[in-house]
Structures are given as C-alpha cells and as structure tokens.
Antibody
Framework: DVELLESGGGLVQPGGSLRLSCAAS????????MTWVRQAPGKGLEWVSSMSGSGRDSHYADSVKGRFTVARDNSKSILYLQMNNLRVEDTAVYYCAKLSAGYWGQGTLVAVSS | DIVMTQTPLSSPVTLGQPASISCRSS???????????LSWLQQRPGQPPRLLIH???NRFSGVPDRFSGSGTGTDFTLNITRVEAEDVGVYFCMQATQFAYTFGQGTKLEIK
C-alpha cells in the first residue's frame, strides 16, 4: 500500500526554522514528482512547492519563495521542506502529496507564534 | 497565476438529490501536451483531501460512480447524482496545468 508520512511540524517563533519530512513507501518514489500543499486553519488549500523525481526541477509559490527549500533523498524515499524565516501566516497543516496519483499524507501541523 | 473560481461556495442538499459544483479558470487549462490537468478533490471533516476526479472526467480508483466530472477549456463541473451522507465535506477543484498550481476556494456540501 502507498503511504506518505509527514513529520517535523511543531510550534516555532516568527523568524524561526523547521524542516518537514515526508517518508514515502509503496511506489517508485525516485521517478515521481512530489508536492507540498498547506492548509491554514479553517481555510482552503494552497500549493507550496513541487519537485521533479530526479530533484533537478523545483517550483515554489511566491508566498514562500526565498524562504522555503524543497529537497529529496531518493535513496531513502524521503521528501523534505526546509522552512526558514517563518511567519505567522505560514501556520498551517502541511501535506505531502503525489498529486497525479491521488496520494496524500495525513499532514503535519506547523504553528508560528510568539 | 491561474485563478480558479468555484460556485457555489455552499451547497445544502437533500439526501438522494443531485448536486453540482462549477469551477471556472482564468485561462485555458489545456496543457501543451494536449491534456487538461483539472482535478476535483473531496475533504471530509478532519481528513486530508482525497482525489475524486482527474483530467476533467476520470474517476479515481474506488470513487463511486455517482461522482462525475465534465467540462472543457475554462469551465468545469462536478456532479453528484444522488447525494449520500458520506458526501458531506468540502470540494475543491485544482489545476496542475501550469505552475503555480492553484485551487478553487472550496465548496461546502452539507445536508439540508
């Protein structure tokens, strides 16, 4: 069975950093583009970042560009999201997803507050 | 960025009756490869999103056939033929034709 398991969320002060991880299993991770999507409390879905299977190509939402960095370790089937200079408005549940195949993780909550 | 606009934002429906949600994009979602990457997602309370429909009208594995998608270019529709209690939640359209991927605001389906 396909599984995407996010971890690394938590409470952080504005300006702080966190690194999210997404451990994938049950499919050929190294060949699949992967995506981070977030959802602020009570709000809709917002695409954050995507990375190609090889890791050569990455894309970011304007709201996170220059602060967030997506990466992957295909040898371990893990997708990462390094989040720096966090803002209150980054507070959200962050989902890891293989969008085209319909796979979503359960999400990890990031709360940015002083 | 492509703006996705859903209507209605709230849809009270009687059990067993049909429901319809529209999604309009600010520009054509036809990719240069000829595919149209318009999907519909369902999010039940407290759950992550679930893919229902991909590429306008293709039902994802395990999705009941009461769900169907249609449309072309910039106008798309999700139809539910007979709403069941388990269909309660928020429905999102999403385009993956062009970065930045974008979602509609969400339509809350509730039972009258």
């Amino acid at each position: 069975d396909v599984e995407l398991l996010e971890s690394g969320g938590g409470l952080v002060q504005p300006g702080g950093s966190l690194r999210l991880s997404c451990a994938a299993s049950g499919f050929k991770f190294r060949t699949q583009a992967m995506t981070w999507v977030r959802q602020a409390p009570g709000k809709g879905l917002e695409w954050v970042s995507s990375m190609s299977g090889s890791g050569r190509d990455s894309h970011y939402a304007d709201s996170v560009k220059g602060r967030f960095t997506v990466a992957r370790d295909n040898s371990k089937s893990i997708l990462y999201l390094q989040m720096n200079n966090l803002r209150v408005e980054d507070t959200a549940v962050y989902y890891c997803a293989k969008l085209s195949a319909g796979y979503w993780g359960q999400g990890t909550l990031v709360a940015v507050s002083s | 960025d492509i703006v996705m606009t859903q209507t209605p934002l709230s849809s009270p429906v009687t059990l067993g009756q049909p429901a319809s949600i529209s999604c309009r994009s600010s520009q054509s979602l036809v990719h240069s490869d000829g595919h149209t990457y318009l999907s519909w997602l369902q999010q039940r309370p407290g759950q992550p999103p679930r893919l229902l429909i991909h590429e306008i009208s293709n039902r994802f594995s395990g999705v009941p056939d009461r769900f169907s998608g249609s449309g072309t270019g910039t106008d798309f529709t999700l139809n539910i033929t007979r709403v069941e209690a388990e269909d309660v939640g928020v429905y999102f359209c999403m385009q993956a034709t062009q970065f930045a991927y974008t979602f509609g605001q969400g339509t809350k389906l509730e039972i009258k």
